[in-house]
């Protein structure tokens, strides 16, 4: 059996331009506003502009993939919002090891 060549594509996120509104994330994840300032509060998900205003807050569209990520570890596992952050930040460390193993096991043959 001969091993077929194997390509793999990565890719990262180099700019994500802020474009979602507070308005316009909580209509988009169907989660009222005033729990999306407490999610900040919690650190769950960061403005990436607009400082201490929330009027002004703006948020990455990964805003967005990160509090469906959290809705979903809450509903299938019972994770509450006070370690919800943590929850997030440590899979998403998991998944940048994982990516990063699978680049060296193919430049190293494994």
């Given at each position: 059996m001969s091993k077929q060549p194997v390509m793999v594509i990565g890719a990262e996120?180099?700019?994500?331009r802020p474009v979602l509104s507070l308005t316009?994330?909580?209509?988009?994840?169907g989660i009222a506003?005033?729990?999306?300032?407490?999610?900040?509060?919690?650190?769950i998900i960061e403005p990436s502009e607009?400082?201490?205003?929330?009027?002004?807050?703006?948020f990455r569209a990964s805003a967005l993939t990160r509090l469906y990520k959290a809705a979903r570890l809450q509903?299938?596992?019972?994770?509450?919002?006070?370690?919800?952050?943590?929850?997030?930040?440590?899979l998403e460390d998991m998944e940048r090891m994982?990516?990063?193993?699978?680049?060296l096991e193919h430049l190293f043959g494994e």
């Open positions: 996120i180099v700019e994500e316009q994330l909580s209509e988009m994840c506003p005033d729990m999306l300032v407490e999610y900040v509060r919690l650190g607009g400082g201490s205003s929330v009027r002004r807050w703006r509903r299938d596992l019972g994770v509450d919002a006070s370690s919800m952050a943590l929850v997030l930040d440590l994982r990516a990063r193993m699978r680049r």
